[in-house]
T-cell receptor, first 114, second 114 residues
């Protein structure tokens, strides 16, 4: 079984400041890792994913994440945020074998203040 | 445009009624999924289907039913047995099982019991 913990339910930051959204996971099997973004009353859009290879993954909208196997973490970062980054962000994992049943964290609401 | 279409966007149900949420995809994906989203709880898997005429229960299947008669369609019925059906429902699809790639999400259906 897998579980995902997003350590912050809300993160307020000022525009153009850096941000880090934290995600830890546990799993008895090897997993793939994902970050999704959700704008109000919308579906989820993939920001980035880690399947294998380099542990630093770059995604859309200037986001990146680093997979740390020893700490079972997959934190999301952006060096300079914009007002348009205001949204809810979800970390998720899925087993490497079988159906892509995503297990999600509780979400982090990122609020950008001018 | 290829994608996943969920309908309706908003749905109101009286207590004791069954309702069916539609999910259609034209991405030629084999696997389809239904998730439920509640505030502060992330997304939880209700049902998933890896192939036509086959589906499996997810973590919170009680009070729900599905069918997969066509590759493109995966409707979800919320039955009167579901004690707390008010939630945001998201449908997703992915290319194939056994090879983990990106899951694509619809725009969601918000169900409210009145």
């Amino acid at each position: 079984a897998q579980s995902v913990t997003q350590l912050d339910s809300q993160v307020p930051v000022f525009e153009e400041a850096p941000v880090e959204l934290r995600c830890n996971y546990s799993s008895s099997v090897s997993v793939y890792l994902f970050w999704y973004v959700q704008y109000p009353n919308q579906g989820l859009q993939l920001l980035l994913k880690y399947l294998s290879g380099s542990t630093l993954v770059k995604g859309i909208n200037g986001f990146e994440a680093e997979f740390n196997k020893s700490q079972t973490s997959f934190h999301l970062r952006k060096p300079s945020v914009h007002i348009s980054d205001t949204a809810e962000y979800f970390c998720a994992v899925s087993p490497r074998q079988g159906a892509q049943k995503l297990v999600f964290g509780q979400g982090t609401r990122l609020t950008i203040n001018p | 445009d290829g994608g996943i279409t969920q309908s309706p966007k908003y749905l109101f149900r009286k207590e004791g009624q069954n309702v069916t949420l539609s999910c259609e995809q034209n991405l030629n994906h084999d696997a389809m999924y239904w998730y439920r989203q509640d505030p502060g709880q992330g997304l939880r898997l209700i049902y998933y289907s890896q192939i036509v005429n086959d589906f499996q229960k997810g973590d919170i299947a009680e009070g729900y039913s599905v069918s997969r008669e066509k590759k493109e369609s995966f409707p979800l019925t919320v039955t009167s047995a579901q004690k707390n059906p008010t939630a945001f429902y998201l449908c997703a699809s992915s290319p194939q099982t056994g090879v983990n790639t990106e899951a694509f999400f619809g725009q969601g259906t918000r169900l409210t019991v009145v």
